[in-house]
């Protein structure tokens, strides 16, 4: 994997590189599973923007609030969401913080367990391939054995120092 390399000097905060054959894959089983149940996933459109930015605040942190107004500047827009009729349940944003990084990406706590995560991840990172990227960084991992499992996301030896959240001002 010699683009790891160039990418580890990007960021270094317990990231993930994923090889995007491996995200496809793993999307086609989770879409299946979700095939009528009246669930949208679609890239999020400019009149939402303020919707999105604001659910994406009282539902997870202002922190990402403001990468959703970093994806909203794209064009196209950088960010998938998922909705049941009016409801938003999901959203991921890709491209944001820094170039080929996924995330964030969050989905209700009362929505997940139903594959809705996995397919916004898989849109994402297809987006990253279509912009010409071979790999995607996941940046700040949280869940990691979740992104290892969806999509054979693999640790970058040595992410976890001199990455790019080091100095984020938190006031």
């Known amino acids: 994997m010699p683009m790891a390399k160039l990418f580890t000097l990007k960021s270094k905060i317990r990231c993930r590189i994923c090889w995007f054959p491996a995200a496809a894959a793993g999307c086609a089983f989770a879409k299946a599973e979700i095939r009528g149940r009246g669930l949208v996933f679609r890239r999020a459109i400019a009149p939402e923007k303020q919707v999105v930015q604001a659910w994406v605040q009282q539902h997870f942190s202002h922190f990402w609030a403001s990468e959703v107004e970093v994806a909203f500047s794209r064009q196209p827009v950088a960010l998938w969401v998922a909705q049941e009729g009016q409801q938003l349940l999901g959203f991921a944003c890709y491209d944001c913080t820094a170039k080929a990084f996924f995330g964030p990406t969050g989905v209700l706590e009362a929505a997940r367990g139903r594959g809705i995560g996995k397919i916004l991840l898989v849109k994402a990172l297809e987006s990253l391939r279509e912009q010409g990227y071979v790999y995607g960084i996941i940046g ?29 001002l938190r006031g």
């Open 140 to 168: 700040g991992v949280g869940p990691a054995d979740y992104y290892a499992k969806a999509v054979d996301a693999r640790l970058i030896p040595g992410s976890d120092t001199h990455h790019v959240y080091q100095n984020l």
